[in-house]
């Protein structure tokens, strides 16, 4: 069964204090990992698609990377307003084109 | 602003009764998906819609049914409601059918006493 964990659960940073968020995955023909922020009560907002391990991509103070078993969401110097729950999603064929997700992360960022 | 529209934002209704929630996918997309998003299991995928017809289903209990019509809005239909069906349900869509980004509306918030 395709599964995916993030970690960790919570974590607070001061503002400035870099930090990265864990997504492992077990799923047999990734064909794309997905990095989602949600803010409270709010519908999930695209970040990133990352389809190959060793793929990049950067937007703003934030930066995905991938390898063969998980993804790190790299947050570089965060401010307040990047607080939010980050969710790791994955696409395989034994889901179809669905997207499995896992619990998310909630960050907090305090001035 | 991701272009998928979700109403009604908050609904509130009795165990037992039946409701609809509406979703339109961004223009162009064909594909709309159904989730749902409780505190004790987060986003679990219930359906999936390609142009009018049904093409896979995940995790929906037989009370709820969905369908997607000609002008490719989609109506997900939920009854016999329980104290249970409380969550946020989400709507996304996506261009077709392929390992393509999907774009989440902003939610509708059942509330079942």
């Known amino acids: 069964e395709d599964q995916v964990t993030q970690s960790p659960e919570a974590l607070r940073l001061q503002e400035g204090e870099s930090s990265s968020l864990n997504c492992s995955y077990t799923v047999s023909g990734l064909r794309g990992l997905f990095w989602y922020r949600q803010d409270p009560g709010k519908g999930p907002e695209f970040l990133f698609t990352?389809?190959?391990a060793g793929e990049e991509k950067e937007k703003e103070r934030l930066k995905a990377t991938l390898t063969k078993k998980e993804s790190f969401l790299h947050i570089t110097a965060p401010k307040p307003e990047d607080s939010a729950t980050y969710l790791c999603a994955v696409q395989a064929p034994n889901s179809g084109y669905a997207l499995n997700f896992g619990k998310g992360t909630s960050l907090l960022v305090t001035p | 602003d991701s272009g998928v529209t979700q109403t009604p934002k908050h609904l509130i209704t009795a165990t037992g009764q039946r409701v609809t929630l509406r979703c339109s996918p961004r223009?162009?997309?064909?594909?709309v998906y159904w989730y749902q998003q409780s505190l004790d299991q987060g986003l679990q995928f219930l359906i999936q819609y390609y142009n009018g017809e049904e093409r896979a289903k995940g995790n929906i209990l037989e009370r709820f049914s969905a369908q997607q019509f000609p002008d490719l809005h989609s109506e997900l239909n939920l009854s016999s409601l329980e104290l249970g069906d409380s969550a946020l349900y989400f709507c996304?869509?996506?261009?077709?059918?392929?390992?393509?980004?999907?774009?989440f509306g902003p939610g509708t918030r059942l509330l079942v006493l």
């Open positions: 996304a869509s996506s261009v077709g059918l392929a390992w393509e980004t999907q774009y």
């Open positions: 990352l389809y190959s």
């Open positions: 223009s162009g997309d064909l594909s």
